[in-house]
C-alpha cells in the first residue's frame, strides 16, 4: 500500500506587501503602543487580526471610530482619496500601509481618467482593494465582474475605453472578461503591465504544479474573505482537482486526511506560516510523509513607509 504523501509547494504564504503592512503595525505598535487603530483588517486572515486584537489593536469599519488626533493605520488593501482627506481634517496621523502593486493601479487609474478614457476596474464588488480604487475616480470608474458585465458596459464600440484589475483576482478569470473587453472595444487600453500581484500569479502556478505532479486534493491556508485564496482554491478545481480552504489545522476535513494518497498543501498572500507548518503537522501525524516542492524563490521586498524606515 502506498504512503500518503503530502507536497508542500514554495512560493506560498506571505508575500511582500502583506509583510510590509505587518511591519508596520508591528513597529507601531513597539514605538507607539496601544490602543493601535487600523481602518478595516491589516490583512485578510483571521489568525493575524486576532493576533493584533489580542495585543491592543483595534480595528475598525470607518475612521469615525478613531478618536481625534490619534494615529491610524490604511490596510494593507488600499484606500480612497476620500477617506485621506477625512484623516487630514480630523488631525489624525495616518500611516499608509498600502501594497505598492495597489498603489500602482491607483495611480493608474487617475492618469487614464485625467487623459479623459472610460475607466473599467475588473474585480470583486464590495472587497476592500475595489472599493479603495474606485474611490480614485467616484463617477468615472465601471466595475465588471464578469463578462456579462462587460456586455453592458454603455460605452460606444469605438470609445477610447482602458482597464485596470484588482491585483488579487485569478489570471484565468481575469483573461475570460480582458478577451470580451478586446472583441468588444478594438481601441482597448492595456495596464503597461499586468496589475495582478507577482505573488498571486507564482502562487496560481505552483498550484499548476502540483496539479501536474498529480495531487489529487489540494489543502489551501487562508480565510474566507482573502480573494487571493479563494483564487487558489478556483484554479485547483478548475483544473479538476477538489480543494479545500482552511483558516487552521481544526477545519480539515477528516476526509482529507485518510483520502488521497498524494495532497498539496499551499497557503494564500496572508496566511502566516506558522499556520502552514500545523496543518502539515496534522498530515504527518495521520501517517504521511511531506515533501517541499520548490517552483522558485521570491525575493521581492517593499520598504516600509519613510516616517516609519528608520
Do not use: W
Request: hydrophobic content about 45%.
Amino acid at each position: 500500500m502506498a504512503v500518503p504523501r503530502l507536497l508542500i509547494v514554495n512560493p506560498r504564504g506571505f508575500c511582500a506587501g502583506v509583510e510590509r503592512a505587518i511591519e508596520v503595525v508591528e513597529r507601531l505598535l513597539a514605538t507607539e503602543g496601544t490602543p493601535l487603530y487600523v481602518r478595516r483588517e491589516i490583512v485578510h486572515n483571521q489568525a493575524v487580526v486576532e493576533d493584533f486584537r489580542s495585543r491592543g489593536v483595534v480595528f475598525v469599519d470607518e475612521l469615525e471610530e478613531v478618536p481625534d488626533g490619534t494615529a491610524v493605520v490604511f490596510s494593507a488593501h488600499g484606500v480612497a482619496p476620500a477617506v485621506r482627506r477625512d484623516a487630514e481634517s480630523r488631525g489624525l496621523r495616518a500611516v499608509d500601509a498600502t501594497c505598492p502593486l495597489v498603489t500602482k493601479v491607483h495611480h493608474e487609474v487617475v492618469r487614464q481618467v485625467e487623459d479623459g478614457r472610460e475607466m473599467v476596474l475588473v474585480g470583486h464588488a464590495g472587497h476592500d482593494e475595489v472599493l479603495g480604487t474606485m474611490g480614485e475616480a467616484p463617477g468615472r470608474i465601471r466595475l465588471v465582474t464578469s463578462v456579462d458585465d462587460v456586455t453592458a458596459l454603455p460605452f460606444a464600440p469605438d470609445a477610447q475605453v482602458a482597464y485596470s484589475t484588482q491585483t488579487t483576482l485569478s489570471v484565468d478569470e481575469t483573461a475570460e472578461i480582458v478577451v470580451a473587453l478586446r472583441s468588444r472595444f478594438p481601441n482597448l487600453i492595456e495596464p503597461r503591465k499586468s496589475d495582478i500581484c507577482y505573488a498571486t500569479q507564482n502562487r496560481q502556478d505552483a498550484v499548476k504544479e502540483l496539479v501536474a505532479r498529480g495531487i489529487g486534493h489540494l489543502v489551501v491556508v487562508g480565510s474566507a474573505n482573502s480573494s487571493n485564496s479563494r483564487r487558489l482554491c478556483e484554479v485547483a478545481e478548475n483544473l479538476g482537482v477538489a480543494a479545500s480552504l482552511v483558516d487552521s489545522p481544526a477545519d480539515i476535513a477528516p476526509e482529507v486526511l485518510t483520502g488521497d494518497v498524494r495532497v498539496g498543501l499551499t497557503a494564500g498572500a496572508s496566511a502566516p506560516e506558522h499556520l502552514v507548518q500545523a496543518v502539515a503537522a496534522c498530515f504527518i501525524q495521520a501517517g504521511f510523509t511531506a515533501e517541499e516542492v520548490v517552483i522558485l524563490r521570491e525575493e521581492v521586498k517593499f520598504q516600509l513607509p519613510s516616517d516609519l524606515a528608520t
